[in-house]
């Protein structure tokens, strides 16, 4: 399932208005299995399948239908996709959001061939490493991002007015009035943008500049994780070891080519 946990590393989250609920959501569904996050903004809510569960689950849900895990993977990915990227669904698709203590039910009505298709996303409260993963990181570093974006902006504008205004001292002037402009200042652009900007979460479509580069911060800190996870993999195999009780045969020396582990216990 590791394929999986990387494609839904990879996806950005999107807005999604269930009758009165309206939540953060992700998918990446394959044809060996899917999984799913949903957040309020307070709690976030997970679950991971393989094409197992997914067979056992339609059998459950769909009596009347046979078809291979595969082909209900593929239908609900073809019933996520457009929620996603703030499209219309499938007209006879329906969804509705029930949540219980601590776990999160998405329900989906829809057709496979003129017969009731249903199927149920049972989510259970997230791990913290998974939020952390999947929320808290990639926020941070869209923020850093951003605020070096306009920094690099800000710088730009300056040089601009500083070009306008040799110009100017050069004897230039505009054919159009209308297209003068004032000097840039940070500190009153960013005054005024606190005062007539509403800075509260919207249920609006992503830009696309901004998918790409919150695509382009996830796949940084997964080749970030990946090579810290290579760098410590002796240590992690050795502490492996240790946890199953894994012993080194006597007589053989360390400096052998290869290395015989043996379970001490089962």
């Known amino acids: 399932m590791e394929e999986v946990e990387q494609g839904l590393l990879m996806q950005p989250w999107a807005w999604l208005q269930l009758a009165e609920n309206s939540v953060l959501a992700k998918a990446y569904i394959t044809k060996h299995g899917y999984a799913l996050l949903v957040s309020d903004l307070q709690q976030v809510w997970h679950e991971q399948v393989d094409v197992g569960a997914v067979s056992q689950r339609a059998k459950e849900l769909n009596k009347r239908l046979t078809a291979p895990p595969e082909a209900f993977l593929c239908h609900l990915e073809a019933l996520l996709r457009p929620l996603l990227k703030n499209a219309a669904p499938p007209s006879e698709a329906t969804f509705s959001c ?106 609006v479509p992503p830009h696309k500049e901004l998918i790409a580069t919150f695509r382009t911060i996830q796949k940084s800190q997964s080749q970030h994780h990946a090579s810290r996870y290579l760098r410590q993999r002796p240590q992690v195999l050795q502490a492996q070891c240790q946890d199953l009780g894994c012993q080194r045969p006597r007589g053989r020396s360390q400096r052998g080519s290869s290395i015989n582990l043996t379970l001490s216990h089962c």
Request: aromatic share 8%; net charge negative.
């Open 98 to 203: 029930e949540r219980v203590a601590e776990t999160l039910t998405l329900r989906v009505r829809s057709q496979i061939s003129g017969l009731p298709f249903y199927w149920n996303f049972h989510c259970i409260l997230a791990s913290p490493s998974l939020v952390s993963q999947h929320l808290i990181r990639p926020l941070m570093g869209m923020s850093l991002a951003l605020q070096c974006q306009v920094r690099e902006l800000a710088t730009l504008l300056h040089m601009k007015d500083a070009e306008l205004q040799d110009y100017r001292e050069s004897g230039a002037t505009l054919s159009r009035d209308r297209l003068k402009t004032e000097p840039f200042e940070d500190q009153s652009f960013l005054e005024q943008f606190m005062a007539e900007e509403t800075l509260t979460p919207q249920a």
